[in-house]
C-alpha cells in the first residue's frame, strides 16, 4: 500500500481508537453503575417544571440564510486554498485573478448587509 | 531519519497509543490545572484541596465518581441517535490530533493537503452536537443545539480565511512544511529566531484564536450551554459517563485546537534552525522527536491559558451579537488580511 493511503488509514485507526476508549470506558461503567430508572426520572428536564408539548415541536429556525452564505464562502475558501499554495509562481497575474475573485464575493457580503440578512430577527 | 525500521502494524500501535496520549493528556492538565486551579485562583478560591496534595489528584476522583453515576436516558428521547452523540463528538477530537506533527518523524499523519484535512474534521463535531440536541428531545437540547450549530458555522469561515494567510506565506498545506518554512526561514535577512508566523500573520492569528474560541464555545461564546438560560444546552438531558464524554472531548479539543494554532503560527515542534545548521526536515537530530513533543506541550499550555483567560474574564456574548461579530467584522478583517498578505508575497 502506498504512503498516502497508509496516511488515511492511520486515520482510520484513530478513528476506531476513539470509539474502542469510549466504548470500553461505556462498558466499564455498565458493569458498576446503578440502573434503577422510575417514572420520574426519565421525564424530559424542564427544571423541574412538568414538560408543556414535545421537545420536537416547531420552532423558529433563525438562521437558515446563513447556512446559505456559509456554503458559499466556504465553496470560496475551497477555491482560494490551492490558488495559496502556488501563489509564487502565478505572481501578479494570479493576484489580480483572486483580487477581482475576492471581491465579487465581497459584493455578495456587502449584498447580504444591505439586504438586513445578517440581523438576528 | 530514524535508523531503525519498525513494522506497519507496530508503527499504527505507536501512533495510536501516541494519540491517545496527546487527547487525554493535555486535556487532564488542562481541566486540573486551569478549570480547576486557575479558576479558583481568579476567583479568589482555593480550589480543589482534599484528593492528594493540592488537590492534584482530583481528576482520578472525578473520573471514579462519573463512572459510578446512573445513566438517565429519558423516555421521549431517541435512544440510539442519542448514544451516538458524544462518540461522534469524541472521534472529531481523536480525528483532529492525527493530523498534528509532534517531531521531524514523530508524526501521525503526513498529509499534503494537512491543512485541509484539518478545516474539514473540525467541523465532525458539530453533527454530533447537532444530533445530541435534537435527540435529547428537549427545549433546552434543541435551543443549545441549533445555538451550537449556527454559531461553529459562522466562526468556522474565518477559521478558514486566516489560515490562508499561513498557507499563502508558507506555499503549501502540508503541516510539517510550514513548521520548517517558520523555523527555517529568515526576517529580513536574519535567521536567528527563524520566521515564526504570529509576527507576520498577527492578524490571522488574532481572528484564528477568536474563531478558536468560539469553535470551543468557551465564554464569551458560550451561547450554546448558556447555563443561565438553557440549564446546560445540548448537554442537559446527559448524565453519567456519556456526559464526561462531552466534558473529555471539550477539553480535548481546546488542547488539539492551541496544538493546531501553535504549528500554524508559533513554528510548531521546531527550534529555528539556524540555531543548529539544520538545512532541510531531513536533516533536523533525532533528537527532536523527544524535544519536539515537550516544545509543542508548552506551546499549548501557553495558547490554552490565553483560551481560559478569556474565558474566565469576559461575559457572555448576546447571540446577535455573536453572529454580527462574525460576519461583519472576522470576515471581512481575514478576507483583507488574505488580500495584504498575497499583495505582499507577489511584491517582495
Known amino acids: ?121 | 531519519m530514524l535508523a531503525i525500521t519498525i513494522p506497519y502494524w507496530g508503527q499504527s500501535l505507536l501512533r495510536v497509543l501516541g494519540g491517545i496520549v496527546a487527547v487525554l493528556l493535555p486535556a487532564g492538565t488542562i481541566v486540573y490545572l486551569f478549570l480547576f486551579k486557575m479558576m479558583s485562583f481568579m476567583q479568589s478560591r482555593l480550589g480543589p484541596m482534599e484528593a492528594g496534595p493540592y488537590g492534584s489528584l482530583q481528576l482520578v476522583a472525578e473520573v471514579g465518581k462519573w463512572l459510578q453515576k446512573e445513566d438517565i436516558m429519558p423516555e421521549r428521547a431517541d435512544h440510539r441517535i442519542f448514544k451516538m452523540a458524544p462518540l461522534i463528538v469524541l472521534t472529531s477530537t481523536f480525528l483532529l490530533i492525527a493530523v498534528v506533527p509532534f517531531g521531524p518523524d514523530a508524526w501521525f499523519t503526513n498529509f499534503d493537503v494537512g491543512v485541509f484535512y484539518m478545516l474539514a474534521v473540525s467541523s465532525v463535531s458539530v453533527l454530533g452536537i447537532l444530533i445530541a440536541g435534537w435527540a435529547s428531545a428537549n427545549k433546552y437540547s434543541l435551543l443549545g443545539g441549533l445555538r451550537a450549530a449556527g454559531q461553529l458555522i459562522a466562526y468556522e469561515l474565518p477559521m478558514v480565511l486566516a489560515v490562508i494567510g499561513v498557507v499563502i506565506q508558507a506555499g503549501t498545506m502540508n503541516l510539517q512544511q510550514i513548521v520548517f518554512a517558520q523555523n527555517a526561514g529568515e526576517m529580513f535577512g536574519w535567521n536567528g529566531l527563524g520566521n515564526p508566523y504570529i509576527l507576520t500573520q498577527f492578524v490571522g492569528f488574532c481572528v484564528f484564536m477568536v474563531a478558536v474560541q468560539a469553535e470551543l464555545t468557551q465564554a464569551p461564546f458560550d451561547m450554546p450551554i448558556a447555563e443561565s438560560e438553557l440549564v446546560s444546552g445540548y448537554m442537559t438531558e446527559y448524565s453519567g459517563f456519556r456526559f464526561l464524554i462531552f466534558f473529555i472531548a471539550e477539553f480535548a479539543t481546546a488542547g488539539v485546537f492551541a496544538l493546531v494554532a501553535s504549528v500554524l503560527f508559533l513554528g510548531g515542534w521546531g527550534v529555528p534552525f539556524s540555531w543548529f545548521g539544520w538545512k532541510s526536515i531531513d536533516g533536523v537530530a533525532n533528537w527532536m522527536n523527544v524535544v519536539g513533543p515537550i516544545i509543542m506541550f508548552s506551546k499549548m499550555m501557553l495558547l490554552v491559558f490565553l483560551i481560559m483567560w478569556v474565558r474566565f474574564t469576559y461575559p457572555r456574548f448576546r447571540e446577535d451579537q455573536l453572529q454580527r461579530f462574525a460576519w461583519k467584522v472576522l470576515i471581512p478583517v481575514s478576507l483583507a488580511n488574505i488580500m495584504v498578505t498575497a499583495i505582499l508575497k507577489v511584491v517582495f
Request: no cysteine; hydrophobic share 55%; proline share 2%.
Open chain 1, 1 to 121: 500500500m502506498s504512503d498516502f493511503l497508509r496516511s488515511y488509514l492511520t486515520v482510520v485507526w484513530f478513528g476506531a481508537a476513539a470509539l474502542l476508549l469510549a466504548g470500553l470506558l461505556l462498558a466499564v461503567s455498565a458493569a458498576i453503575r446503578p440502573n434503577k430508572p422510575n417514572y420520574e426520572k426519565l421525564l424530559t428536564y424542564e427544571s423541574g417544571v412538568d414538560a408543556v408539548g414535545h421537545g420536537w415541536s416547531q420552532s423558529q429556525i433563525r438562521y437558515y440564510v446563513f447556512a446559505l452564505l456559509f456554503v458559499v464562502f466556504d465553496v470560496e475558501a475551497v477555491f482560494i486554498f490551492p490558488w495559496a499554495t502556488e501563489l509564487e509562481r502565478y505572481g501578479a497575474f494570479g493576484l489580480s485573478e483572486m483580487g477581482i475573485f475576492v471581491f465579487v464575493l465581497l459584493l455578495g457580503l456587502v449584498y447580504a448587509w444591505r439586504k438586513g440578512v445578517l440581523r438576528w430577527v
